[in-house]
């Protein structure tokens, strides 16, 4: 049996009272039952210590994150944009990995208070991809007033909801052409 490529979605704030929660949880809803893939919710507060503690270290404590870049094939990070940029835990978390992301396929689906969706933490954390050897794809998602953004899963945006299969598809043809 031919495994389904796995694709996780990555909260990226630990924030208490993260808005950004609702979105990630939106985007694994609206993904979970696909015949084509597989995925999980990875909560980045789950997955570090506080502290960096990169791959050569020899800390067992990373290796829950090291598990999930082994067996995944692309990635869906959720993230909210603070002072332009990207949380310090998502740094965090993607230190612990080095070599096994590399050629994997990445989206990003940003958010933020205001009206521009946090698409500066797009260009800010591209750097930090290509060090790490993992490839944006140009398919992404802004959620512009996160605040607004519905717990109620039926009360979905369609703009939304089309977007985030795009996301999946895209992710899922980079799998093949490898781009
Ligand atoms: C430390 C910090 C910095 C922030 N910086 C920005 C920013 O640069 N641009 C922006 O649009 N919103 C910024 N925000 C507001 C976020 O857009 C807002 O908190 C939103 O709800 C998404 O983040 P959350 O998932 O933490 O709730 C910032 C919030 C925090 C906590």
């Keep these: 049996m031919i495994k389904k490529p796995f ?27 696909r015949a084509d893939m597989e995925t999980q919710l990875i909560d980045v507060k789950d997955y570090i210590q506080g502290r960096t503690i990169p791959p050569w270290a020899g800390d067992e404590s990373i290796n829950p994150w090291r598990e999930i870049v082994a067996s995944a094939s692309a990635f869906i990070i959720v993230t ?21 992301y590399k050629d994997k396929s990445v989206a990003i689906c940003s958010t933020s208070r205001g009206g521009f969706g946090g698409i500066r933490v797009i260009e800010n954390i591209l750097p930090v991809f290509h060090a790490i050897g993992l490839k944006l794809i140009s398919t992404s998602i802004s959620v512009s007033k ?23 598809e895209d992710l899922l043809k980079s799998q093949v052409i490898g781009i």
């Excluded at 996780?8 to 993904?31: D, F, H, M, N, W």
């Excluded at 990207?86 to 070599?99: A, C, R, T, V």
């Design 7 to 33: 694709i996780p979605i990555v909260l990226g704030t630990a924030r208490e009272g993260r808005q950004s929660e609702k979105v990630a949880k939106a985007v694994y809803a609206l993904l979970k039952d």
């Design 80 to 100: 909210p944009e603070y002072n332009h940029g990207y949380p310090g835990e998502l740094k965090i978390l993607l230190d612990q990995e080095k070599d096994a």
């Design 146 to 168: 996160v605040e607004e953004f519905p717990e109620d899963l039926a009360k979905l945006d369609e703009h939304f909801k089309s977007k985030v299969q795009n996301i999946a």
